[in-house]
């Protein structure tokens, strides 16, 4: 689903598709997260277009210009009504293809406004971060953004062992807001990997 939802992104000149996009506001991580310029579509993938889908989305539009639910099955009339009042597009995508069922309206310009630091975030992590990827799976054990950056931290760290947080966190692509935050999170690994060495 990640993959056919991207490439109708691209298609209909969305731009850049990111996945599995930590947010600005709060601790959740957006499925996909399309940019082009500075215009940001945010899609959160489900199989059903539950109340809880719906609210992530909705949330999405403080920092996204356009927001979409797409989802895996019907969604009901009583769905697809709550995110016309909301504004939110939902897409069916069903055997490889992306339906339409609902457009997306354009936030409105003076809620972006009031967060434009949430949008100024938004962007500046895309910057370090590469496009594609899987979004909408469970995270397996050793997999996810944090282990992703921990590997090129250490592919970096073999070319540059005396680089600080600062040079890797402008250098190596991630997912954090600033590289106090990047340590703080990679300190995790670096323990790890110290106790099984230490075994």
Known sequence: MSGTV??????????TVYA??????????VDLVAREDDTITAVEL???CSQAVIQQ??????????SFVAVASQPSSRAID????????????DKGAVTVIEEAVETD???????SRNVIALLSRLDRMEPGGVAGKPTLAGEGPAQETWRRVLAYRAKHPQASWAEMFAAVPNHYAHAKS????????????????AE
Not at 182 to 197: K, L, S
């Open 182 to 197: 990047m340590r703080q999170a990679q300190r995790r690994f670096e323990e790890a990997a110290e106790r099984d060495e």
């Open 57 to 66: 989305a909705y949330l999405n539009q403080y920092f996204a210009h356009w």
């Open 46 to 48: 489900k199989l059903y």
């Open 82 to 93: 709550r995110c016309r009042r909301f504004g939110l597009g939902v897409l069916r995508v």
């Open 109 to 115: 310009n003076a809620n972006r406004r009031r967060s």
């Open 20 to 29: 599995e996009v930590p947010e600005p506001i709060g601790c959740r991580v």
């Open 6 to 15: 991207s490439a109708w992104l691209r298609k209909n000149g969305f731009g």
